[in-house]
């Protein structure tokens, strides 16, 4: 066998002569010593001869000869993996100021040119060429080679019966090619093949799958493809997809990712039907317009409906913020002309603003602006979001913050558009202006507590109050922090004021009230090591203590803008006030009481359960409500409110709350939520949530329903997965969602169905009406690994429907 070394040239180096002849060496390699390989047993060799390793010569290597720390769920799909043997190679080092270095069992040198036969070998840098014969011009440095070439880079393997490579600019040509894509999985065949220096493989009369070797469940047959790996992008022309053998799609151009990075393209459409417009296509185009902003279109048919245009804009700067403007525009709406014969206007549409700013640390601004031509649009059109139905009403909101060292100063104008007739028209703030001090918080010293706010009210309404609302307080606040404890105490003065340009009745038109607070909080921290699980951890005792004094003041006069009554639970009772928004002083004399107890993992410090249960007493009556007309609250204590989480590993996941009243000796509320998922992606949850109404927070519905969800891989390909929503008041189910999923080496579909009852919103469902209609989506998703797929509304569904599921992780 012959060695041959190259020397190579920079492009700025100008051969010489006596370089030239310098540059190539050769040694003859002597021959074995006459011992001769331990000789295979002839089974052995037919059976080898009869079944060689499928895809061995594209480095695929099967399952069992993976390394377990290479063996993911594509791994396992696919039986199976390609291996780059070059992973491990410098791919930042430049192969064309490396040296060539050849290696042949005979060679013959005619002036400039080497010719090479018989198992030819060469590399130079990270790149290796084989083949049977070869030649190579010194000067030029590129050579051809004849029979069964390989050429290899990281990441990439070319095959073929004839090519040629100029190692200078790193290009090459083959005949009758296969070639593998290792990190994308991709593999294919071509008459003629290119490989640019650039990266760019140009091949004409190809085919490309994500299939394993010897598996041609999809296959895409093109007159010409380009696969960008810098870009990250593949181009199709003249292009078939075939599936099972048989075509199913062509094309003239078709575009698509090689890796997650944004590219302009058409996509794969999205597919579905539901009760509400029948069936349900839509065929995005997306234009990644510069790195900073793009454009989605979306032309998207529904049966019932007509022709529905959606598009979405985003625009990413750092001196102006990030942008997102949306929206849809449907024509003419034939199933909304025939639900609602009195409207002369069949038109809808939506429109929503998304920004965020935030200019040299101290400015920062916020847009989330949404509007609807009718209420029922988002319900009718939004078929794959479930919590689209659940929305009482749009936010419509513009604001601006200023931190200062000391000063927190917001500018805010909000309003919203409600999604149901029922439904009051809520307040405008325009505008809202509010100044807070940013108090240190620096342990056992004084600090300063300073906020005043100025709101103008209005609405589109004459039959409610409006006007300005001023609202200040100031105080300070002692904190005290140890190792073993905290002592928190806070005094402060408030005042509300209002001057309202219409109010309701005879009722006063400048009310106004004060009133001082004072609180103390404080709690320990007690420690012990024990065991939980099997495992060493550390279990903490933390009790306390939570004392609040507030003055009354009469507020009967007061108008009820922004505020309302905060559902009662365990975070609620170390607060200050139990009502939102501005309008109520409220008045105070309680002592809430508190336990936690929490067991932290030795090793890592991570919790692993935490239970807290509390309650307050109170020591007066409470006189201010949020209604004028409503009685006081005589109550001598709260609920007893508790909430526990449990975390013993990555795995398993418990959560609830209750509230439990003594009085009655009944729970008035309760949740538990219990997850479980598993190494081979599997979920199962299993929820209870139960709420009676309680005077505290106004005429809410009882609340009595069990939810259970899974996606449980029944093989290795095929999953289900199911989601219920049972209500035991009803006694029938009141949301179910049920669905399959094939999952194959190179290709995923997913077919959903999902039924749900269409009520008003915010109301309580009447399940004894005749009219109360239950509405049915159903979706299917494909998804082509390697080339994209169709149909995410699917995910979204699961999503919304199963707790824990990610979308993404369960691509593959």
Not at 140 to 162: D, K, Y
Not at 493 to 522: F, M, T
Not at 598 to 613: H, Y
Request: contains cysteine; proline residues 4%; glycine residues 8%.
């Amino acid at each position: 066998m012959l060695l041959l070394v190259c020397t190579g040239l920079t492009a700025a180096q100008e051969p010489s002569s006596s370089v030239s002849e310098a540059t190539t060496a050769a040694a003859v390699e002597e021959k074995g010593s006459g011992n001769t390989p331990k000789e295979a047993s002839a089974s052995t060799l037919i059976e080898e001869a009869i079944q060689p390793r499928v895809g061995a010569e594209l480095d695929w290597v099967p399952i069992e000869d993976v390394p377990e720390r290479l063996r993911d769920i594509s791994c396992t799909l696919c039986k199976g993996r390609y291996i780059d043997p070059l992973s491990g190679a410098n791919a930042q080092s430049d192969p064309e100021t490396a040296p060539i270095n050849a290696r042949a069992r005979s060679s013959e040198l005619e002036g400039n040119t080497v010719r090479l036969s018989g198992g030819v070998e060469v590399t130079q840098g990270y790149r290796e060429f084989s083949s049977d014969e070869a030649s190579i011009d010194r000067e030029t440095r590129a050579g051809t080679l004849e029979g069964n070439i390989e050429l290899r880079e990281p990441g990439v393997l070319l095959r073929g019966a004839r090519g040629q490579f100029y190692s200078q600019s790193g290009e090459a040509q083959m005949e009758n090619s296969q070639f593998v894509l290792h990190e994308q999985h991709l593999r294919g065949s071509a008459a003629l093949l290119s490989r640019e220096s650039n990266e760019l493989l140009r091949i004409e009369d190809g085919e490309l799958t994500f299939c394993a070797p010897g598996d041609d469940d999809w296959l895409l047959q093109t007159g010409q493809l380009e696969l960008d790996l810098e870009k990250g992008v593949g181009t199709a022309r003249d292009a078939t997809l075939r599936a099972g053998g048989y075509p199913i799609f062509y094309t003239p151009w078709l575009s698509f990712p090689l890796d997650d990075r944004r590219r302009s393209g058409l996509l794969f459409p999205a597919v579905g039907s539901d009760s509400r417009g029948g069936v349900d296509i839509s065929t995005p185009i997306y234009l990644n317009l510069a790195p900073n902003y793009d454009l989605l279109y979306s032309p998207r048919y529904i049966g019932q409906r007509g022709l529905n245009h959606e598009f979405g804009a985003r625009y990413l700067d750092p001196f102006n913020g990030n942008w997102e403007v949306g929206g849809s525009y449907i024509g003419n709406d034939k199933q909304y002309a025939d639900d609602f014969p009195d409207e002369n206007d069949a038109k809808r549409w939506l429109a929503n603003v998304k920004h965020q700013g935030n200019y040299g640390g101290r400015w920062r601004s916020l847009i989330n602006y949404s509007k609807v031509s009718d209420v029922d649009l988002i319900r009718d059109l939004e078929t794959s979001r479930l919590d689209s139905r659940r929305d009482v009403n749009l936010l419509q909101l513009g604001q601006v913050k200023y931190l200062g060292d000391d000063w927190l100063v917001t500018l805010q104008a909000q309003q919203f558009q409600p999604l149901a007739e029922d439904i009051r028209n809520d307040y405008k703030k325009l505008p809202q202006i509010t100044a807070q001090y940013r108090s240190q918080g620096t342990p056992f010293a004084l600090n300063p507590i300073g906020m005043v706010q100025y709101s103008n009210f209005d609405t589109d309404t004459d039959i409610i109050a409006t006007g300005q609302r001023l609202y200040g307080e100031a105080g300070v606040t002692y904190p005290m922090s140890w190792q073993y404890g905290f002592l928190r105490s806070t005094a402060k003065y408030r005042v509300l004021e209002y001057a309202l340009d219409r109010q309701v009745g005879d009722l006063d038109e400048n009310p106004g009230a004060r009133s001082g607070l004072a609180s103390i909080d404080g709690g320990l921290f007690f420690e012990r090591n024990t065991q939980l699980a099997g495992k060493n951890v550390v279990q903490t005792l933390e009790p306390r203590v939570f004392y609040l004094y507030s003055q009354f003041d009469e507020q009967k006069d007061q108008p009820d803008f922004d505020s309302a009554e905060l559902t009662f639970n365990y975070n609620q009772l170390f607060r200050d006030t139990r009502f939102s928004g501005r309008d109520r002083l409220d008045d105070a004399n309680q002592a809430a009481i508190g336990l936690t107890t929490r067991f932290l993992d030795e090793s890592t410090g991570a919790e692993m359960f935490n239970a807290s249960i509390g309650q307050i007493v109170y020591f007066n009556n409470r006189r201010v409500r949020l209604n004028a007309s409503a009685p006081e609250l005589d109550r001598s204590s709260s609920e007893l409110a508790g909430e526990f989480n449990f975390y013993p590993n990555d795995r398993l996941s418990m959560r609830s709350n209750l509230q439990y009243d003594p009085s009655t000796r009944k729970m008035n509320a309760g949740n538990l939520l219990a997850s479980y998922t598993r190494d081979d992606t599997a979920v199962f949850n299993l929820g209870y949530t139960f709420r009676r109404p309680v005077s505290l927070v106004g005429n809410q519905p009882t609340t009595d329903q069990v939810n259970l969800s899974t996606y449980y891989p029944i093989s290795n390909n095929w999953r289900a997965f199911v989601a219920w929503n049972y209500s035991l008041e009803a006694n029938r189910s009141v949301e179910d969602m049920v669905g399959i999923e094939y999952d194959s080496c190179c290709f995923q579909v997913r077919l959903l169905h999902l039924r749900y009852f269409d009520t008003a919103r915010n109301a309580i469902p009447d399940f004894d009406s005749p009219n109360l209609d239950r509405e049915h989506v159903t979706q299917v998703q494909v998804l082509l690994k390697g080339l994209g797929g169709f149909g995410d509304g699917v995910e979204q569904l699961m999503g919304d429907m199963i707790q824990g599921f990610n979308r993404l992780a369960y691509r593959r």
